[in-house]
């Protein structure tokens, strides 16, 4: 009898080392603070886009599958080019946050987005705002 206990013990013993080294290691995810780019919108804000994480900047809007690493010169323009338009000018903060808006010239049925924050993370430690959070397009007008 004793020597089946030890067996037990034995076998729940390696399931329970084998289910812990089997599964799956959870890492937090690191922010990358660094500025990919930076951008002046036309209101005069310093707007960075950095790497970032999965909840903002650059890795966001791939995670997101907005973005990819063979098209970012592509949303490079397109950002700076919303950031840019006159409705970005004097656009509000909500909660804070601001939304940028321009629909792509000859097909209003494309609107480009640009959500960004002035708020600054001392995290990163540059002094500077947070910056881009997401950016995307979306088909208006055309029932989609």
Known sequence: MKKRVITSTTAVLAIL???VLSAPAVQSE??????RTTFISSGGRDVPLRYGDST??????????????????WWTRQIEW?????ACRN???VGGKIRCQRTMDGNPDI?????????????????RPLGIITAYQNGVNCGC
């Open 17 to 19: 080392v084998g289910s």
């Open 30 to 35: 690191t922010t990358n603070w660094n500025v």
């Open 56 to 73: 903002f900047g650059w890795k966001h809007m791939v995670s997101q599958g907005h973005a990819s690493s063979s098209t970012y010169v």
């Open 82 to 86: 919303v950031l840019k338009g006159p």
């Open 91 to 93: 656009a509000a903060v």
């Open 111 to 127: 609107l480009f987005t640009v959500v960004f924050t002035g708020r600054v993370d001392s995290r990163s430690r540059d002094g």
